[in-house]
Nanobody, 127 residues
Framework: EVQLVESGGGLVQPGGSLRLSCKAS????????MAWFRQAPGKEREAVAG??????TKYADAVKGRFTVSRGDANSMYLQLDRLQPEDSAMYYC??????????????????????WGQGTQVTVSS
């Protein structure tokens, strides 16, 4: 059973914007902390931003002020990516964890913590 499905990736020029979507099952959306991760070739997966069921949010320093995570209609989580730079190019993943306090944990640990993962959507920033 596919529980998380990402969409919205693509090719964009530096300085441009994209909006990623993550469609979740109803149970996950209502009961899990959710987050966005990214992984570039040859690099480890890293946490980008997270949001819990109370709409508390947390961001990696590299994206603060440029990316915005939100929850919306139809059991979906979104990631608005603005002022994109080539170093933002990566496969972006949506993930969820049943720990409602997951966002209180160090973001460096999130890749090992979050239990449910989507298949990813590619973001490429290039001129």
């Amino acid at each position: 059973e596919v529980q998380l499905v990402e969409s919205g990736g693509g090719l964009v020029q530096p300085g441009g914007s994209l909006r990623l979507s993550c469609k979740a099952s109803g149970y996950i959306y209502a009961n899990h902390s959710m987050a966005w991760f990214r992984q570039a070739p040859g690099k480890e997966r890293e946490a980008v931003a997270g949001i819990n069921t109370n709409d508390f949010t947390k961001y990696a320093d590299a994206v603060k002020g440029r990316f915005t995570v939100s929850r919306g209609d139809a059991n979906s989580m979104y990631l608005q990516l603005d002022r994109l730079q080539p170093e933002d190019s990566a496969m972006y993943y949506c993930a969820a964890d049943p720990n409602v306090r997951a966002l209180e944990i160090d973001m460096l640990i999130w890749p090992r913590l979050f239990q449910v993962w989507g298949q990813g959507t590619q973001v490429t920033v290039s001129s």
